[in-house]
Every structure is written in structure tokens, then in C-alpha cells.
């Protein structure tokens, strides 16, 4: 029997609406499976991706470009990962040292690893030392889209903590690549600026956060969540525009509302806080979780979609590849073993790459890529450490036991 080809050349309104449905779906089951196996989500996503491309191929059907969605799709997932996460974040005095830890872990195994990588990309290459660090972050950042919906079930220290790393190694590695992106020449000046840029975006973030929660207490339309999380896109988006770090904001916000109830100044509860407060965030973190998971579903088979698995083999590809995780999973246990730590397991392997390396890596403008790192480099590095996530998590849970 002949599989008649041109009558699945193009998609119809009906067949992309059951692609679509039947996507969220598996990606639900995804997410039970996740958590009873350990294997994350994202994996079976992005093989999805791949297993749908080959069905394209095999039935004829054309295959759409998703250059131009896929960098939106993954920023506005970015954004609303990020909120949900410190939506659920509780500040309490005796967190300040977790706190603390986790932002410095976050610094400097990131800036380390950057170092690191940019002097193997040189060495191979030949490259500015600038180009190659430009060109190291995206591999030097975990990936908080990836790590903080797999430790859901892990001990609620070490997820607190995996949570404010992940979260602090996005915001301080864009921060980071935007200052390298900017700034190819490196003097005072460069570091004058970038101190302008915290100082703003702190500023922001403050008049924000107040503006937003006075906003919030007065509106008396039923629709009120989603215009709350379309001005965050819009002030993020316009943040962007003027070159700051814009996803400080977004963390400052979930982390201010999250904990708002908690200020015990009189004049501030009595402006500021209201009646079904408590309520109304309930419902803003799930609609917030809910979105976010729609985002990364699509997000992660489209990338999936867009690689040719036979091209992943490539030799080169693969030694680079195996470099690259080496110098990640080293500096992050040196630092780990110099800071005291003692129970490593499942923080040392919980360090994936994924959405945000994504973006970065499609944020080099083309004149200061190395053409010799492509797609697939980064996808091998972040299907390991995402497998390698797997084991950690799963060594944990039989620790656990």
C-alpha cells in the first residue's frame, strides 16, 4: 500500500488543531511520567520534536520555517517560567544564606565556565577572545526553564536552592552576554555602564512592583491576569529595547507579590494590600504554571523539529561536544567541593542547558558567530545534560528510599 503523499502536503485548519491539542496532551502525560521516572519533560518533548520531523518527511508534508517563532515562543516562555518560579518563592529570614549561596554559586560557576569553554572555542578556532567568551555563554548557563520543573519532588532545600540558582544564573548570564555583546572592547567605561544598567533596572523594578500592585487592588473587571501578564511583557519587552536586563524585573515582581503580605508597615498594607490579595495570587501562579507549561511544550518540540538527528553524529561535533560537558561538570564540582559542601548529589548534575542557551545562541549577531559551533552543538550539550539531570535526580531518589 502507497501512502498518497500530496494529500498530506499541506496541513489543513483541522489537522494542525489535532497536532496542537494532541502536543499538550502527551506533554501532560510527559509531566506525570516525569515525576514517577525522573526522566524530565523536556527530553521526551524534544524527542517528540524529532520523531514528528521525520513523520513530515515521510508523508511529503511541507515543513514550515519556525526561525522567525521559535526565538518568541522561547523569550515569552522564558519570562513567564521565571515569574511562576518566584511566584512560589517564600522570603523568610533564615533563607538569607540560601539566598546568598545560591546567587554566588550562580556567579561564579558561571563566569568560570564561560572562561573556561572561550579558551577551548579559541584554541580550536583561532577566534578574538571576545568573540569565543560571546559565544561561551549561552553553554555556561543553567537553565531554569529545564531545572525548576524537575526538582518538584526533590528534598525542599536543595529545590529552593536549585530554584534561586537556576533563576539568578539566567538573569546574571544575560546580563552578562549583553554587557560581551555591547562592549567588545572592554574599558572603565564598559563597567560604568554596566553599573548604570543595575542601578535603573533596580529602580524599575521597585516603581514597578508598587505600581502594579496598586493597579491590581482597583481593578474590578473579571479579566484582570492576563492584562497583568501583558504589561509584564510589554515592560519586559520594552526593557529589551533599551538594552537593560530586563528579567530582573520579572523575578522582582513574582518575588514582590509572592511576599507582599509579609511587609508589616501599617500605611503600606493599607494602600497597597486588599481584601482577596491572598485569592487573587493563588489564581496568578496557576494561571502563570499553566501558561508557562503550554510555552515550553511548544517551545521544545519545535526545537526538537528543527534538528536532523544524522547530523548530531558528526565527529567533530560529538569531541567538542564531550570538552564542553567536562569543563561544565568540573568547575561545578571544584566549587562545590571548595565551598564545604558535603551531600553533592542531585545539585552537582543539575545543571542543564535549554531555553535560555537557546535564545542567546540565536542572539549572536552573524558577524560574531563562529561558524564552527553550530545548532547541533548545542543541542548534544543540552540532551546531556539533561540526561545526566536524569541520573542525579534518579540517584537521589533511591538515597531517598
Do not use: W
Not at 513567564?80 to 529570614?93: N, P, R, S, Y
Not at 526538537?304 to 567533530?316: C, D, R, S
Not at 543540552?382 to 539531570?389: D, G
Request: proline content about 2%; overall charge positive; charged content about 15%.
Amino acid at each position: 500500500m502507497t501512502v498518497n503523499t500530496v494529500s498530506f502536503k499541506y496541513m489543513d485548519t483541522n489537522t494542525v488543531l489535532i497536532v496542537l491539542s494532541s502536543l499538550a496532551i502527551f506533554s501532560y502525560i510527559f509531566e506525570l511520567l516525569a515525576k514517577s521516572t525522573r526522566i524530565p519533560s523536556v527530553l521526551m518533548l524534544l524527542f517528540t520534536g524529532m520523531g514528528i520531523h521525520y513523520l513530515t518527511v515521510y508523508f511529503g508534508i511541507e515543513q514550515p520555517d519556525f526561525s522567525r517563532i521559535l526565538p518568541t515562543l522561547g523569550t515569552i516562555g522564558l519570562i513567564m517560567i521565571v515569574f511562576e518560579g518566584a511566584l512560589e518563592l517564600k522570603f523568610e529570614q533564615s533563607k538569607i544564606k540560601l539566598i546568598r549561596r545560591a546567587f554566588f554559586s550562580a556567579l561564579f560557576i558561571l563566569l568560570i565556565t564561560a572562561l573556561t569553554i572561550s579558551i577551548l572555542f579559541q584554541y580550536m578556532t583561532g577566534e578574538k577572545f571576545s568573540v569565543c567568551f560571546l559565544n561561551a555563554i549561552p553553554y555556561s548557563i543553567i537553565s531554569s526553564a529545564i531545572a525548576i520543573p524537575s526538582v518538584a519532588s526533590i528534598n525542599k532545600e536543595k529545590k529552593e536552592f536549585i530554584i534561586y540558582e537556576s533563576s539568578f544564573s539566567d538573569i546574571i548570564g544575560i546580563m552578562v552576554f549583553n554587557f560581551s555583546l555591547n562592549n567588545q572592547i572592554i574599558d572603565f567605561g564598559s563597567f560604568l555602564h554596566l553599573g548604570v544598567d543595575i542601578t535603573g533596572i533596580l529602580l524599575i523594578s521597585a516603581v514597578f512592583c508598587i505600581l502594579l500592585l496598586y493597579t491590581l487592588g482597583r481593578l474590578t473587571h473579571h479579566v484582570k491576569f492576563f492584562l497583568i501578564i501583558s504589561i509584564l511583557l510589554l515592560v519586559y519587552g520594552t526593557g529589551k529595547l533599551l538594552h537593560l536586563s530586563s528579567l530582573v524585573i520579572v523575578l522582582a515582581l513574582g518575588l514582590f507579590l509572592s511576599n507582599a503580605d509579609q511587609v508589616k508597615h501599617p500605611k503600606f498594607r493599607k494602600v497597597l494590600l486588599y481584601e482577596s490579595f491572598g485569592k487573587d495570587m493563588h489564581q496568578l501562579l496557576q494561571i502563570s504554571s499553566e501558561t508557562a507549561f503550554v510555552l515550553r511544550t511548544f517551545f521544545f518540540v519545535i526545537f526538537g523539529f528543527t534538528i536532523v538527528f544524522t547530523e548530531l553524529l558528526v565527529k567533530e561535533t560529538l569531541i567538542i561536544a564531550v570538552m564542553v560537558l567536562a569543563i561544565i561538570y568540573i568547575v561545578r564540582l571544584v566549587y562545590f567541593l571548595l565551598m564545604a559542601r558535603k551531600d553533592l548529589i542531585p545539585e552537582i548534575f543539575i545543571t542543564p542547558r535549554g531555553l535560555i542557551s537557546v535564545l542567546l545562541f540565536f542572539s549572536i549577531p552573524d558577524e560574531l558567530q563562529i561558524e564552527f559551533l553550530g545548532k547541533n552543538l548545542l543541542f548534544v550539550v543540552i540532551l546531556a545534560t539533561s540526561l545526566f539531570m536524569t541520573f542525579g535526580l534518579i540517584s537521589a531518589k533511591r538515597e531517598t528510599k
